[in-house]
Nanobody
Framework: QVQLVESGGGLVQAGGSLRLSCVASGSIFSIYGMGWYRQAPGKQRELVASITGGGSINYPDSVKGRFTISLDHAKNTVYLQMNSLKPEDTAVYYC????????????????WGKGTLVTVSS
């Protein structure tokens, strides 16, 4: 079993910064990729940033230049540094990971965290 736990959300003024963390734990064999999604009330969940085990990174235009994703393989942790935050960034942020476990080697399965709330005031 794999568990993902997010932290770092909170209330911040527009223009401020937050750093989100997501720690994966369990019988991990290999992390193929991790990413961050967000969902605001009444809106669809959308991809914020993703990173593969090899270091390939993807951002949508809405956050490109403001957010930075990074992966620490030694700690099984993915980070999302959010700068120049805007009110429209307000959402619950979810961590996602594609992970192969010791029980199912070489086959990645997707896991989700419970989310952390980010609120940006104007």
């Amino acid at each position: 079993q794999v568990q993902l736990v997010e932290s770092g959300g909170g209330l911040v003024q527009a223009g401020g910064s937050l750093r989100l963390s997501c720690v994966a734990s369990g019988s991990i064999f290999s992390i193929y990729g991790m990413g961050w999604y967000r969902q605001a009330p009444g809106k669809q969940r959308e991809l914020v940033a993703s990173i593969t085990g090899g270091g390939s990174i993807n951002y949508p235009d809405s956050v490109k230049g403001r957010f930075t994703i990074s992966l620490d393989h030694a700690k099984n942790t993915v980070y999302l540094q959010m700068n120049s935050l805007k009110p429209e960034d307000t959402a619950v942020y979810y961590c996602n990971a594609e992970i192969a476990t010791m029980e199912k080697l070489y086959y990645g399965m997707h896991y989700w965290g419970k989310g952390t709330l980010v609120t940006v005031s104007s």
